[in-house]
């Protein structure tokens, strides 16, 4: 969710999670991504901004990994999901569409042409390679401790 949070704000959002967790505690930290650093002004960003999620930005990858190293925490692992959420975003405009009436008791007709619109846009985006989407599992330092499995393998040993 570190997308809606605001690149600006990234430090406080960091310190927060310090602060919360004990010695050794596990953060996972779920977000989109971008192919370029900061979040640039255009056409795009503005719908997003706009009809979307008011107030989000994206950064690289690196850059979100750096700023968690920065506020102290140890980084254990990055799993980028980019073709899968592709496929999940496919998935909910198909599941939209099929339950358009539905939709439209809810919402009004713009509202659920932005949100295909939206989604359709998105898929076409993850699928390019422009935005990315990571799970970055990292924990609170405690002297030294290695508080997961030493492989993900070790995760699915019975």
Not at 1 to 20: I, K, S, T
Not at 60 to 67: A, F, H, K, P, R
Request: net charge negative.
């Amino acid at each position: 969710m570190f997308e809606h949070v605001g690149l600006a704000n990234l430090p406080a959002y960091y310190a927060a999670v310090q602060r919360v967790l004990r010695p050794g505690g596990l953060f996972l930290n779920h977000g989109i991504t971008h192919d370029k650093e900061g979040w640039d002004r255009t056409i795009a960003t503005e719908f997003i901004n706009r009809y979307a999620f008011p107030d989000g930005e994206l950064d690289c990858v690196s850059n979100i990994l750096l700023g968690m190293e920065r506020a102290g925490f140890e980084i254990h692992d990055a799993e980028g999901l980019r073709p899968h959420y592709a496929r999940t975003l496919r998935h909910w405009v198909q599941r939209l569409e099929a339950h358009r009436d539905e939709a439209l008791r809810e919402v009004d007709e713009v509202t659920f042409r932005i949100w295909r619109f939206y989604m359709v846009a998105c898929a076409l985006e993850f699928e390019s390679g422009g935005t990315g989407i990571y799970q970055i599992l990292a924990s609170k330092r405690d002297g030294g401790k290695w508080p997961v499995p030493l492989t993900r393998r070790d995760l699915y040993h019975a």
